[in-house]
T-cell receptor, first 115, second 114 residues
Framework: NAGVMQNPRHLVRRRGQEARLRCSPM?????VYWYRQLPEEGLKFMVY????????ESGMPKERFSAEFPKEGPSILRIQQVVRGDSAAYFC?????????????FGNGTRLTVT | AQTVTQSQPEMSVQEAETVTLSCTYD???????LFWYKQPPSRQMILVIR??????QNATENRFSVNFQKAAKSFSLKISDSQLGDTAMYFC???????????FGKGTRLHILP
């Protein structure tokens, strides 16, 4: 029973390039969350998606960032025209529902480095 | 808005000792849940323990226990008989009942020394 799978584990991009981060939730989970962790900081909520729908994107920067969770395939967090400040660890979590009776399961994160 | 504060950026203790990590939070909600997550160098986020605000009894999980003081909005984590494998970042976290977003503190880096 595989956990939440994120890839790549490490991603290096030059300024101005695009970064695509992938997240496959646990089997049976239809809720996906993306969090960002800056160095020496806690995780900050970015976006919450259910299959094909964005439910809450209140933590997502208004420009350059987008997320999707298609009917088939993994959830994708896309960062266009990356800048050095985007360097961080990006974590995906999934759950079978909402609320605390459906605990989050985290992936191991993707560390994005922008050079 | 809810906030979670961890006032100890870093701590070190000898193996087998007991250590307490502090966490305070701010909320106007009456129903909520609190968590401690462990993040070892592998970066994996591991749920250590959770506490429902409506329960007066402090949660325990083996060597891990919490001291939940609702009136003081305090939620400390006690690790007994600490082990080298406990070395990690520890994050205190909060979620409103029925809400989707977990709010994390900035973390405490814990070193267990041999």
């Amino acid at each position: 029973n595989a956990g939440v799978m994120q890839n790549p584990r490490h991603l290096v991009r030059r300024r101005g390039q695009e970064a695509r981060l992938r997240c496959s939730p646990m089997k049976g989970h239809s809720h996906v969350y993306w969090y960002r962790q800056l160095p020496e900081e806690g995780l900050k909520f970015m976006v919450y998606l259910q299959k094909e729908n964005i439910i809450d994107e209140s933590g997502m920067p208004k420009e350059r960032f987008s997320a999707e969770f298609p009917k088939e395939g993994p959830s994708i967090l896309r960062i266009q025209q990356v800048v050095r400040g985007d360097s961080a660890a990006y974590f995906c979590a999934s759950s079978s529902g909402t609320g605390v009776n459906s605990p989050l399961h985290f992936g191991n994160g993707t560390r994005l480095t922008v050079t | 808005a809810q906030t979670v504060t961890q006032s100890q950026p870093e701590m070190s203790v000898q193996e087998a000792e007991t250590v307490t990590l502090s966490c305070t939070y701010d909320t106007s909600e009456s129903n909520y849940y609190l968590f401690w997550y462990k993040q070892p160098p592998s970066r994996q986020m591991i749920l250590v323990i959770r506490q429902e605000a409506y329960k007066q009894q402090n949660a325990t999980e083996n060597r891990f226990s919490v001291n939940f003081q609702k009136a003081a909005k305090s939620f400390s984590l006690k690790i007994s008989d600490s082990q080298l494998g406990d070395t990690a970042m520890y994050f205190c976290a909060f979620i409103k009942n029925r809400d989707d977003k977990i709010i994390f503190g900035k973390g405490t880096r814990l070193h267990i020394l041999p």
